[in-house]
């Protein structure tokens, strides 16, 4: 049986936690222990960054115990499963309950409108048997390179520095999302709902920094009064992560990365992850002159949930019927009126027989 999480379960949630499983890149070094503090602070799972986190109860079918928890994108009908439990080599029956899992928490992600919900894995993880079984489709790998950090180092001055380099705005939402949508496939856009339908006017939020600036900060590369490459960095309790966008020549990626390590010099040390795509290769010769270094590859992963979407209706009831309905005859009889309408339907009734 599977459960909704209830402060009763905190310490069971706490023991689980440590034997937990990341499910997303950008949490793999969280401390495992937040997920309890999100699941307490979360009295509305689904809403605004709130966590989900469901239980699984054991029986005599399944005998152990597992949780699942989720986190809502700030602004976006989606959702990022965060971790997992038990680990998926921990137990025999592990694969089923990870299944059941993910079913569910799909299926509570689609009541609350939740249309999109991620994960990601090692590529060579045996876990993604029961991730794909549970609908989730693998869309895109990453190879994810690491730095193991800069020392703090006194105040530079940026502008003098790096001319062409300066804090991103949000008057830049638009030309950010331009620049993604000119190197990013449409594949993976649709995947990662980038793709701005026909009644969107804009950008999706994940773009954007300003709304969370105690951990994220964005950088944007611009000549010539045009943004031609921007880089966002994440900042974590146990590590720092740098998003590259745009198709970076040498100059404005050694300026971006340059930018970035100043930035993680102000914290204390702690390494920098950088995941690049395939569409994204040119950059790695110039990210091992940084002394990053390649780690892993991962895989991502999205399942699109069946949300309820509210749209107003544009057309009169009527028409809107006839239109979803096709072959439907539609009629309208006033009060008093059926004998005509059956004499009417007799007559249409005849013609056809003859037709015949």
């Not at 609908?135 to 530079?156: D, M, N």
């Not at 395939?278 to 949930?305: A, C, K, M, N």
């Not at 979803?324 to 009060?335: D, K, Q, R, S, Y």
């Amino acid at each position: 049986m599977i459960q909704p999480f209830g402060l009763r379960n905190s310490l069971r949630l706490q023991s689980l936690a440590r034997r937990s499983i990341p499910l997303s890149l950008e949490h793999r070094f969280a401390d495992p222990l937040a997920v309890v503090w999100a699941a307490v602070g979360a009295p509305l799972p689904w809403h605004g960054t709130g966590a989900a986190t469901y239980l699984h109860v054991p029986n005599s079918t399944h005998p152990v115990h597992g949780f699942v928890q989720a986190v809502k994108r700030f602004a976006r009908p989606e959702a990022d499963l965060t971790r997992i439990a038990p680990a998926y080599h921990a137990h025999p029956q592990a694969g089923e309950i990870w299944q059941a899992l993910l079913e569910h928490v799909s299926l509570q992600a689609g009541e609350h409108g939740i249309q999109r919900l991620y994960l990601c894995l090692e590529s060579e993880d045996e876990a993604q048997t029961a991730v794909t079984a549970a609908g989730f489709v693998p869309y895109i790998q990453e190879t994810l390179f690491r730095h193991p950090g800069v020392e703090l180092k006194g105040q530079a001055d940026d502008e003098t520095t790096w001319p062409c380099v300066r804090g991103q705005r949000e008057s830049d939402s638009f030309a950010l999302q331009r620049l993604h949508s000119r190197y990013t496939p449409p594949l993976v856009q649709q995947a990662e709902g980038s793709l701005l339908n026909h009644d969107e006017t804009t950008s999706p939020l994940d773009l954007r920094t300003w709304w969370q600036p105690e951990r994220i900060e964005g950088f944007v590369y611009e000549a010539k009064g045009e943004i031609i490459a921007a880089a966002q960095l994440t900042r974590g309790r146990h590590a720092h992560w740098l998003r590259l966008i745009g198709d970076l020549d040498a100059t404005a990626l050694t300026a971006l990365l340059q930018r970035a390590l100043h930035a993680c010099s102000r914290y204390s040390k702690r390494p920098l992850y950088v995941p690049l795509r395939p569409y994204q290769s040119s950059f790695g010769p110039i990210l091992r002159d940084f002394g990053f270094e390649p780690i892993t590859t991962v895989t991502r992963f999205v399942r699109h949930t069946t949300a309820l979407v509210k749209k107003p209706l544009t057309l009169p009831v009527k028409e809107a019927i006839e239109v979803t309905l096709t072959g439907i005859v539609p009629f309208e009889a006033p009060l008093g009126g059926s004998t005509q309408f059956i004499a009417e339907a007799d007559k249409r009734r005849a013609m056809n027989d003859a037709a015949f």
